[in-house]
């Protein structure tokens, strides 16, 4: 049996998906666009770390803001769709890094502000990547997360990392606003304010956004039918398998 990493997972899943990210309305969109916008408000001479970049929804909405952005992300195939959309985008001010959240190979306080959003899921340690963005920010600087979030009870919780694996296994777990305001102080970050959002998942879409094999969704499928009314309800489960999840958006600062 040929031996796998983590990060051969990631490679692997996102590297034929990259093009399906740059059109998925789900990240193309977002309230919280208009919120890491507005904190760019005055800082035309900022560096932006875009951390776990994916197809560069971030990058694109804050390069017109900002000094420079920076796309990062373990994926290539990812970083090469984010240069041609923001070459075709007249966006000259991003470039591209490859490599992992929990390495980060640059100075110390290089950035002005590090935002990340639908990633932290994904790192195999939450809490190294979050000591990585404090080293990497400036003192005063400021990062913004963004992800799926866990309700925290466990019931809920372990429907929710179940259903995530399966549709994706470089799945690692979406943290309760517990675990996060822990983790985030603990890496020496001061937590500012977290808000939580809802979010609705269109099945089909979310399936098929990372080629999902067949195996697994009626998995899904047959989960979302075998648990209770508790679970059916908070997660707002359609008949079509559609569904709500939250979402956190926090701030911390340096």
Same mark, same amino acid.
């Given at each position: 049996?040929?031996?796998?990493?983590?990060?051969?997972?990631?490679?692997?899943?996102?590297?034929?998906?990259?093009?399906?990210?740059?059109?998925?309305?789900?990240?193309?969109?977002?309230?919280?666009? %208009?919120?890491?916008?507005?904190?760019?408000?005055?800082?035309?001479? %900022?560096?932006?770390?875009?951390?776990?970049? @994916?197809?560069?929804?971030?990058?694109?909405?804050?390069?017109?803001?900002?000094?420079?952005?920076?796309?990062?992300?373990?994926?290539? %195939?990812?970083?090469?769709?984010?240069?041609?959309?923001?070459?075709? +985008? @007249?966006?000259?001010?991003?470039?591209?890094?490859?490599?992992?959240?929990?390495? &980060?190979?640059?100075?110390?306080?290089?950035?002005?502000?590090?935002?990340?959003?639908?990633?932290?899921?994904?790192?195999?340690?939450?809490?190294?990547? &979050?000591?990585?963005?404090?080293?990497?920010?400036?003192?005063? @600087?400021?990062? %913004?997360?963004?992800?799926?979030?866990?309700?925290?009870?466990?019931?809920?919780?372990?429907?929710?990392?179940?259903?995530?694996?399966?549709?994706?296994?470089?799945?690692? +777990?979406?943290?309760?606003? @517990?675990?996060?305001?822990?983790?985030?102080?603990?890496?020496?970050?001061?937590? +500012?304010?977290?808000?939580?959002?809802?979010?609705?998942?269109?099945?089909?879409?979310?399936?098929?956004?990372?080629?999902?094999?067949?195996?697994?969704?009626?998995?899904?499928?047959? &989960?979302?039918?075998?648990?209770?009314?508790?679970?059916?309800?908070?997660?707002?489960?359609?008949?079509?398998?559609?569904?709500?999840?939250?979402?956190?958006?926090?701030?911390?600062? +340096?």
């Amino acid at each position: 049996m040929t031996s796998t990493t983590h990060t051969d997972v990631v490679q692997r899943q996102f590297g034929e998906q990259a093009n399906a990210y740059l059109s998925s309305a789900v990240h193309a969109q977002g309230s919280e666009f %208009a919120l890491l916008q507005a904190e760019l408000t005055g800082r035309a001479d %900022a560096r932006l770390l875009d951390l776990g970049c @994916g197809a560069g929804h971030v990058s694109f909405h804050v390069a017109p803001l900002v000094a420079e952005v920076v796309a990062y992300d373990l994926s290539q %195939a990812m970083l090469e769709v984010v240069s041609g959309a923001a070459a075709e +985008r @007249g966006l000259g001010n991003i470039s591209t890094e490859c490599g992992a959240a929990e390495r &980060l190979p640059f100075a110390d306080a290089s950035f002005d502000f590090v935002f990340s959003r639908y990633s932290a899921h994904h790192w195999s340690d939450l809490g190294q990547a &979050l000591r990585e963005v404090r080293r990497v920010l400036k003192p005063g @600087g400021v990062a %913004a997360f963004v992800d799926v979030m866990s309700p925290g009870s466990p019931l809920l919780d372990t429907y929710l990392q179940s259903v995530e694996v399966l549709r994706d296994t470089s799945h690692v +777990r979406d943290y309760s606003a @517990g675990e996060w305001l822990r983790q985030v102080s603990e890496a020496g970050l001061f937590v +500012r304010n977290h808000t939580r959002q809802r979010l609705r998942l269109e099945y089909r879409s979310w399936v098929e956004r990372m080629r999902t094999p067949a195996p697994m969704r009626q998995a899904i499928r047959e &989960l979302q039918q075998a648990m209770g009314e508790e679970v059916r309800q908070y997660y707002q489960i359609e008949a079509d398998g559609s569904f709500s999840t939250d979402v956190l958006v926090l701030w911390a600062e +340096r």
